[in-house]
């Protein structure tokens, strides 16, 4: 008898893990980087000049979500978001910080994550690709990570593993970030004892002797087909592939020179789409492709300064939309800005099992979303400080014409927010939000320096804070009649804009946006910096 009990209490367990259970899905995210709305064909139409056959599939055989955002038009922040379920300007700031690929941590990003929320599920989880996440490394002085101090011979202190991912296969930052080389499950692979730089911004630094920018790509997609393979059937799994294009250097495999009449950035994009190509074999030849989710997305929108000129070359991105290739498709602003061109990015949900082929979705959804999403479909329980600003949109995959939970979404640019609410969009600034400098912000227009001059020639004398709240200092859209974002309805609608800043300032100060106890920001957060002073001093001095 005590036999039949234990027998039958370790059943429960086991199925209240979940570790066995055959309707959890198997799940792998795709994130490209630096990939426009426009740069894939079943969202870009007549506009793109890339052939994405494989995302299109993907997208015909699943389901296109058409209202999908990243919570910042920059990479670091949209990453944390999207790993935590918690907007990026409520953590602080980085700690062991070093410059470009040697970033450092930043506290309470590893508390709760996708990769730990996997685990607790029972799932086995797989980290492939850019990382960017911060990391800390041994260094030979025991000062903070360096150019010259680092010790490859020994592993990271700190990164993938501190997120749940059990196997991991890094880039530590981006593709044009040193230092370039590959760390396996926090081990430094080969020799790094190079000093290599890339097109783009050259940028010089620590790298493995046979590093190879354009052999990036396919390394990874390599690692994820060897972690597919390595699945077995009876356990579920977790893999999140980061792919390092199109983000610059625009560095394409040798098999892919050539492939796309667009020029070399089309080719970098088609490797991308030969990603997710890959990935899919990988599924169907262990049988796993029926009842594993697949998701593809981007980081943010494409770069003003990226095209077919390898050097970053300011708004080289206005030469490919005059060959009639849109990366933003029809959305105004690149990466960096407010503007829907930085912040609208495609999402695919693909799962044969559960999702109706060949079908779209209008509603609201921020890859934030994905902490309380997975849960949902895990049968995983937030606890009520994880994942703070995470809605599901499960119920969304199987009925995509539903309406949608989320009603509202903060995003922000290199320097200012903005909020969704419905059909209206708010940005707390003038112009396009993106501080940059010419070396690789032009294309986001107007820039502060001349947005702030526009607004201040039409009010005269100080300006308050309060003012700062209005227009002509906020911009407000209907994106439903004004998807290009030309027309600012902030003067016809105070109190809408009124009522939305409000609504932020309540997500400010409750530390979350979700039904729950009031939690804590990392850090003070404040809307407006009226003597920031990254503004011009001419503006400053019109402050009160």
């Given amino acids: 008898m005590k036999l039949f ?152 202190i700190y990164g993938p593993a501190q997120f749940g991912f059990d196997h991991n296969f890094i880039l530590p930052g981006s593709l044009d970030m040193y230092p370039y080389a590959y760390a396996r499950n926090h081990f430094w692979q080969g020799e790094v004892t190079a000093q290599k730089g890339w097109s783009a911004f050259n940028r010089v630094g620590p790298a493995e002797k046979d590093f190879q920018d354009h052999e990036v790509l396919e390394t990874f997609y390599t690692e994820a087909e060897s972690f597919i393979a390595r699945q077995k059937k009876e356990k579920p799994f977790f893999l999140f592939l980061a792919l390092t294009a199109p983000h610059t250097p625009t560095s394409p495999g040798v098999k892919w020179r050539g492939k796309s009449e667009l020029g070399v950035y089309g080719d970098f994009v088609m490797e991308v789409d030969h990603s997710v190509e890959r990935v899919m074999n990988a599924l169907k030849a262990r049988g796993l492709d029926g009842n594993t989710l697949v998701l593809f997305s981007s980081d943010h929108g494409p770069a003003p300064y990226a095209g077919n000129i390898l050097e970053a070359t300011p708004a080289q991105i206005k030469k490919l939309e005059a060959k009639g290739h849109f990366p933003g498709g029809p959305h105004r602003g690149y990466k960096f800005s407010l503007y829907e061109g930085g912040l609208r990015v495609p999402l695919i949900a693909h799962w044969p099992k559960s999702i109706k082929s060949g079908g779209s979705c209008d509603a609201l959804v921020g890859l934030n979303d994905f902490s309380a999403t997975f849960a949902e479909l895990t049968g995983e329980k937030l606890a009520d400080d994880e994942a703070p600003d995470s809605i599901s949109f499960a119920k969304l995959l199987k009925n995509p014409g539903g309406e949608g939970t989320r009603k509202n979404l903060v995003m922000q640019s290199t320097s200012s927010f903005a909020i969704r609410e419905g059909k209206w969009k708010l940005c707390l600034c003038p112009g396009s939000g993106s501080n940059m400098n010419s070396e690789n912000g032009q294309g986001n227009d107007p820039m502060p320096v001349v947005a702030w001059a526009r607004a201040l020639d039409q009010v005269s004398g100080k300006v308050s804070e309060s003012d700062l709240l209005k227009s002509p200092f906020v911009q407000l859209f209907n994106l439903t009649t004004d998807p290009h974002e030309d027309v600012n309805l902030a003067g016809k609608h105070p109190e809408r804009v009124e009522r939305m800043v409000a609504l932020l300032k309540d997500q400010i100060a409750n530390g979350r946006s979700t039904p729950g106890p009031k939690l804590k920001n990392d850090k003070n957060v404040r809307i407006i910096y009226p003597k920031d002073k990254r503004l011009p001093a001419f503006v400053r001095s019109r402050f009160e």
């Avoid at 426009?36 to 296109?64: F, S």
């Fill in 5 to 156: 009990l234990s027998s039958l209490l370790a059943l429960v367990s086991l199925v209240a893990g979940g570790a066995m259970s055959k309707s959890q899905p198997n799940l792998v995210f795709i994130l490209a980087d630096d990939l426009g709305i426009g740069d894939v064909n079943c969202y870009g139409g007549e506009r793109c000049l890339i052939e994405t056959p494989n995302i299109d599939a993907l997208a015909k055989g699943g389901l296109r979500f058409t209202d999908a955002h990243v919570n910042a038009s920059i990479c670091g922040p949209t990453r944390r978001a999207l790993m935590t379920g918690r907007y990026p300007w409520r953590f602080g700031a980085t700690i062991n910080n070093g410059p470009w690929g040697f970033c450092g941590p930043r506290p309470n990003t590893e508390k709760f994550t996708l990769g730990k929320l996997f685990k607790r599920a029972g799932y086995g989880t797989g980290y492939v690709g850019k990382w960017h996440l911060g990391t800390t490394m041994a260094t030979v002085d025991g000062k903070t990570q360096g150019l010259t101090n680092v010790d490859f011979k020994k592993p990271l």
